[in-house]
């Protein structure tokens, strides 16, 4: 059939699958699939084939449309509808369920005819009903998305929070317009510009073109700040505030090492704590990362370059400081053992936790993204004798709980803020349309970029 076919809002959720039965704890047949879409008139699909794959179904006569996002059979037997009501709690998985890590194409010709948003493989994403969503809570907000940053998904994470489930929200990072509020929403109001994460159990991912959240979740944008800067600075601004001046109390004049300073977090954290007047040290992890580092205004205390593993980040540091120590370290993981016991996963640019430790001035900070990290007896005696501390950087737990839902919230606006004034200057690739989402998030979930990844609508 010749001419475009104008696609409807559509969904993208990473979706996860077993094929061994429940309690076994098989391991056989395993695959994790990337889906998009919901409910479609056509016949459902089976991705992945065997016994364990996932499938697709469509949705049930008589049925409502109004949210429709597909689900997935982990059985493989017969076909499931797609579609649930809104007022419907979140299908939640089984701690014991392994969660798969190997990406599949779900293909089907018949769910949508040939248009021009088409990626190079042919795949065509499922198209989800979802233009009629309604506000049916009196504190939620129905948001029009015009842009969402992809980030990794944490899987071991939800697993061990006991919120596994089927399908995991992709793109929580979003900047939109609002349609429409509930009764009781007091922050905003339609035609509003607003920013914010969706939370972890969130039934709405944000790679779709409108999607359900409660208004605590999210903060007016500044006009002069665009989408895809909105979206793409948002958490990784919470990250390097709630590192540097929740977990760390970072202060004028103070020292700070924060490595991978290219990253897209290394990029805010420098930013931030220049605007705070520390002293900033870091490292790059190639030629055009510290070139890149380099030409920063004001320029950094010290970059070094540690993409050939011979740097030595103690001394180098020790010498920075006049042999104090830095005050705050950041860092984007360690290793653990020696290089002969290290997992191949790592990488050789990694510091050692010694040499943090050794690195550390007296009262000094270190505020990890090692979730594993393990410490020795000799390990925790010199800190002890530093008066050092050492924590944990998981900015999901703004979300976990809502105890300091108040901090959370005016996090998320001094960050728009600073981007509005030009403190933070996020490091963005070119905007991603939405048919070459799937493939980026593939991407994203295996090795992050050095840029941060954005889809826009």
């Not at 579609?83 to 089907?108: I, T």
């Not at 999210?218 to 977990?247: F, N, Q």
């Not at 540690?306 to 705050?328: F, M, R």
């Amino acid at each position: 059939m010749t001419g475009d076919v104008v696609p409807r809002p559509v969904a993208m959720a990473y979706a996860t699958t077993s094929g061994s039965p429940r309690g076994t704890g098989g391991r056989a047949n395993e695959s994790s699939l990337w889906a998009l879409g919901g409910g479609s008139s056509g016949e459902g699909i089976q991705g992945g084939g065997g016994a364990g794959a996932g499938r697709w179904g469509d949705s049930q006569a008589g049925e409502p449309r109004g949210s429709a996002i597909c689900r997935l059979s982990k059985s493989g037997g017969e076909r499931r509808g797609a579609e649930r009501h809104p007022s419907e709690a979140p299908s939640r998985g089984r701690s014991g369920d392994r969660v798969g890590v190997r990406p599949q194409l779900l293909s089907d010709p018949g769910l949508a005819e040939p248009r021009g948003g088409e990626d190079e493989t042919g795949w065509l994403p499922a198209l989800a009903a979802r233009e009629n969503l309604a506000v049916i809570e009196d504190n939620y907000v129905k948001v029009q998305v015009k842009a969402c940053a992809l980030s990794q998904i944490n899987t071991k994470l939800l697993a061990e929070m006991k919120m596994e489930k089927d399908f995991f929200p992709v793109g929580r990072e979003i900047a939109g317009i609002v349609l429409d509020v509930g009764s009781k929403v007091s922050f905003f109001q339609p035609d509003d510009e607003v920013v914010g994460i969706l939370p972890l159990d969130s039934e709405d991912p944000g790679v779709c073109e409108v999607v359900r959240v409660h208004e605590h979740y999210l903060v007016h944008k500044p006009e002069k700040v665009t989408w895809s800067e909105a979206a793409g600075t948002i958490r990784d601004g919470l990250r390097a505030y709630t590192a540097l001046h929740y977990l760390s109390h970072l202060s004028p004049g103070q020292s700070v090492l924060i490595m991978d300073g290219a990253s897209a977090l290394g990029t805010i954290a420098v930013q931030l704590a220049h605007h705070r007047g520390a002293k900033v040290i870091t490292t790059a992890s190639s030629l055009e990362d510290k070139q890149c580092l380099e030409r920063l205004r004001p320029p950094l205390a010290r970059v070094m370059d540690v993409s050939t593993g011979k740097a030595h980040i103690a001394d180098s540091c020790l010498e920075e400081t006049g042999g104090l120590g830095v005050d705050i370290v950041l860092d984007a993981g360690v290793r653990l053992y020696n290089k002969d016991d290290e997992p191949a996963v790592k990488s050789h640019r990694l510091p050692h936790k010694h040499d943090i430790i050794t690195l550390l001035g007296v009262g000094g900070h270190w505020i990890t993204t090692e979730e594993n990290l393990q410490l020795d007896p000799p390990d925790s005696h010199s800190l002890f004798l530093k008066g050092a501390t050492v924590a944990f950087l998981n900015d999901e737990v703004w979300n976990l709980s809502n105890a300091r839902q108040g901090k959370y919230l005016c996090i998320l606006k001094d960050v728009m803020e600073k981007l509005s004034a030009g403190v933070f200057r996020p490091q963005l690739d070119e905007p991603i349309p939405f048919y070459g989402a799937k493939v980026a998030m593939e991407v994203v979930q295996k090795n992050p970029g050095r840029k941060k990844q954005v889809v826009q609508f």
